[in-house]
Structures are given as C-alpha cells and as structure tokens.
C-alpha cells in the first residue's frame, strides 16, 4: 500500500513539473494532495494501531491461561497435602509432580505473555512516524527551490 501512495505522490509531482499552473491552480492541488496524504498517513496509524492491539490481547490471553494452569497447580498441591496427611507416600509423591509441572507451565505461559505484551507497548506509530517525518522533509526542500 505504501508503495502505490509514493508511485501516486511521485506521479503528481512530476504533472506540475511538466506543466505552468497558476497560483490558484497550484493552491488547490496543494490541497487536494494534503488531504490524500493525511487520508493515507491516518489508514496507515489506523493499520498500525490494529496490529499492536492483536499483540496485546494475544499477550492479556496467555497471562489469563497462565492463572487457570496456576490455579490447577495449586489444587494439585493441595490434593498432594492431602495425601501426604494420610500416609500413601506414593499418592503424594505423583500429586507433587503433577503439581509442580503445573506450575512450572503456568510460568513459561506467563515469560510467553509478557513477552508479547512487550512487544506490543508502547503503542508508538513507528511507520506513521516516519512517514509523517519524510512528508514534511519533502514539503521542506520542495518550499526552498
């Protein structure tokens, strides 16, 4: 998408190059190319902002499965008390292990979330950005010839 704003931007420079208009003409293509330009800069937030949210969620889920798996982990110890209490050794000893790789899941789901949390803050319009940067570097030289 980025690659048919510039071809079309490229293409209507090169018109007024080849062209004399007159200042009103000029006037009103400026504003025409100002408005598709902040059109196409807002579509590309708009698609930015949606892809840090699909991180987000995706992040918020795991941390959410990682409480269920902790909370199995811990009916498991609980159950492995239990047992214990009661003298099967063996009972106890395979509640113990259950638990704990329970627990052990629930915090590699949890380093999983984080990270995709991470990479989704902060919400910073890293394209939209540097788009909006070269627009108005653009609009810069073009003003000093």
């Known amino acids: 998408m980025k690659g048919a704003i510039l071809v079309e931007r490229s293409s209507t420079a ?4 080849d062209q004399r208009h007159s200042t009103a ?9 100002v408005s598709v330009l902040i059109r196409d800069e807002l579509k590309l ?3 930015e902002l949606a892809s840090k949210g699909k991180q987000a969620a995706l992040g918020a889920g ?3 499965i990682s409480g269920m798996v902790a909370l199995y982990g811990v009916g498991c110890l609980l ?7 009661s003298g099967a050794v063996a009972a106890w000893l ?21 990270h995709r949390l991470h990479k989704a803050a902060p919400a910073v319009l890293e394209e939209t950005v540097a ?7 653009e609009v810069r030289e073009r003003a000093h010839r």
């Open 62 to 64: 795991m941390f959410g």
């Open 14 to 17: 090169q018109a007024l190059h």
């Open 131 to 137: 788009s909006i940067k070269a627009d108005v570097e």
């Open 79 to 85: 159950a492995c008390a239990i047992i214990a209490i």
């Open 45 to 47: 937030a708009q698609l």
């Open 94 to 114: 395979a509640a113990l292990i259950v638990g704990m790789v329970l627990l052990a899941t629930a915090g590699a789901v949890v380093l999983l979330g984080k």
């Open 25 to 33: 003409e000029l006037v009103k293509m400026m504003s025409e190319q």
